[in-house]
């Protein structure tokens, strides 16, 4: 018996910390980390950023790409929350990952961070492929900008692009201003228009193209201007949510230290802003920021409390439901103004735009329709950045018994007045003919 408690105790202490940091929808935020490199000198030469994420609790574990031990699941549990992949030259990762797992990865609801550079292996092309995104097919082509290079003492080739067209969303890139450009070094890649889910949070500019540096162009560049994405993000309709970009340098110390002067520029920064803006997308990537959640949706008579089994058409009703965004630590009450919900059978009978009191309730109040039939309240939100939100409540809906109702009908007074008057006219006149004779 003493044994069986040492080996139980022994077998709680090991799966404490997992169990205990595990992803949940009450605490979103990823915590258990994987980090998969080409070369462990990554990990001193990008500390800065992995730091960032070590202050605010993960726990990354870093692994080479080829390492034969390396899983993502161990008897059908994932071990990780995300996937950060700063291996752009692995040709076969180790262990049990390749590509269809870390796709089952994402599709089971974790997140997955894709740094690329112009080494990148035909795998790493493939798995962002599959993520919605096409990198340059020329192996050796990089993004080139002659206008918007970032000045330095040596131009070289004009690959060292300084870029801040960014993409207009406070939820994603965060509220504060990104002052100084972001250096960009690598391979640019374009998004799949079949795809609807993938965004560009950092474009190239119009002047930009993509090719080799080193040989003169024979041919017109395929891959132009804005239409190159250097950062791009994806969320799943899971909510899942992935980074891809074509550079891995621009995660490194180096990019985040460095001063920065935009070709045409009289103005130098001291620091790129490379810091502030992966640090800013990396807690929207890990759901630190644009996580939603709904909770207490009720429905009831107007004047009473409890949620009846159905409804009579014309009865007045009230919805409500109350909506949560994460911050990282704290749910917080999500505030806005675009918020409906339908009352919907085949198609919607009734669409209001809910109220709210600022601390998260959302409510409206309507009259059923003069319908009836199964009905369902349905609230389906979906907001740039942010989490989408599908609730649906399923109601039947009565027409009146009966005697239910009124015995007189408003609508039909004329025809009631009419009646009147032949009935009264019918008595004047039995009445005159009785009297005469």
Known sequence: MGKFWVIFVASISILLPFLCNSFSPE????????????????????????????????DLDFKLADDPKIALQRYGQYLYDALILFCPSVERFGGSVDVAAIINFVDSGHDLIIAADVNA????????????????????????????????ETEGDHTL??????????????????????LFQGIGHSLNPVNSLVLKVLSASPSAYSANPLSKLSTPPLLTGSAISLVSVVQARNNARILITGSLSMFS????????????????????????????????????????????????????????????INDELE??????????????????DDVQVQFYMMSPYVLKTLSNDKKGLYSASFKVPD???????KVEYQKLGYTSLSLSKQIPVRPYRHNEYERFIPTAYPY?????????????FSFVHLYNK
Not at 35 to 53: C, E, G, I, Q, T
Not at 371 to 377: H, L, M, N, R, S
């Open 121 to 152: 292996s035909d795998l790493i092309r493939e798995v962002a492929t599959e993520c919605g995104v096409d990198f340059d097919e020329d192996p050796s082509a990089m993004v080139i900008d002659h206008t918007g290079y970032a000045v330095s």
């Open 253 to 312: 110390n180096r990019f985040f230290r460095s001063g920065v002067q935009k070709s045409g520029s009289s103005t130098k920064y001291e620091k790129s802003g490379n810091e502030q803006f992966l640090t800013e997308l990396s807690k929207w990537i890990f759901h630190e920021r644009g996580h939603l959640k709904a909770v207490n949706v009720k429905h009831h008579k107007v004047g009473e409390t409890d949620e009846p089994a159905l409804y009579r």
């Open 416 to 428: 009631y007045g009419a009646a009147f008057s032949t009935m009264a006219g019918f008595f004047i």
């Open 161 to 182: 692009i300084a870029s801040d067209d960014y993409i207009k969303s406070d939820v994603i890139i965060g509220s504060k201003k990104i002052e100084a450009p972001v």
């Open 27 to 58: 605490t979103p935020t990823d915590r258990r980390v994987l980090v998969l490199l080409d070369d462990f000198a990554v990990k001193s030469s990008h500390s800065s950023y992995f730091n960032s994420l070590k202050l605010r609790g993960f």
């Open 371 to 377: 319908v009836y039939g199964v009905f369902q309240f």
């Open 319 to 336: 919805y409500s439901v109350e909506i949560y965004e994460w911050s990282g630590t704290s749910w917080e009450p999500y505030v806005t």
